[in-house]
Nanobody, 125 residues
């Protein structure tokens, strides 16, 4: 089993910044990718960002590209999401996800084997 512990969510003004953290523990010897997804009330789950652990390739969803940055700390099995220039439409519950093996994709959500509990991000106008 893999456990994901998220932190860093909160309430911010439009234009502000937040950094989310997700620490993986347990059976982390098999780690292909980690990612971030979000879901707002009444909307479908949306891909935010992903990082391939071996090599560090990064990918972003169109709504956040250029504003958000995903990064990692290999020693801590931790992934971060730096969110800048936040907009009210970024308001959502943000989920960290962990993929144990290669599947060829990273953006649907169905590839991931473990999920965090989610952390609320609210951006006021």
């Amino acid at each position: 089993q893999v456990q994901l512990v998220e932190s860093g969510g909160g309430l911010v003004q439009a234009g502000g910044s937040l950094r989310l953290s997700c620490a993986a523990s347990g059976r982390t010897f098999s780690n292909y990718a980690m990612g971030w997804f979000r879901q707002a009330p009444g909307k479908k789950r949306e891909f935010v960002a992903a990082i391939i652990w071996n090599g560090g390739s990064k990918y972003y969803g169109d709504p956040v590209n250029g504003r958000f940055t995903i990064s990692r700390d290999n020693a801590k099995n931790t992934v971060y999401l730096q969110m800048n220039s936040l907009k009210p439409e970024d308001t959502a519950v943000y989920y960290c996800a962990y993929d144990t093996s290669y599947s060829g994709t990273y953006y649907s959500g169905y590839e991931y084997d473990y999920w965090g509990q989610g952390t609320q991000v609210t951006v006021s106008s």
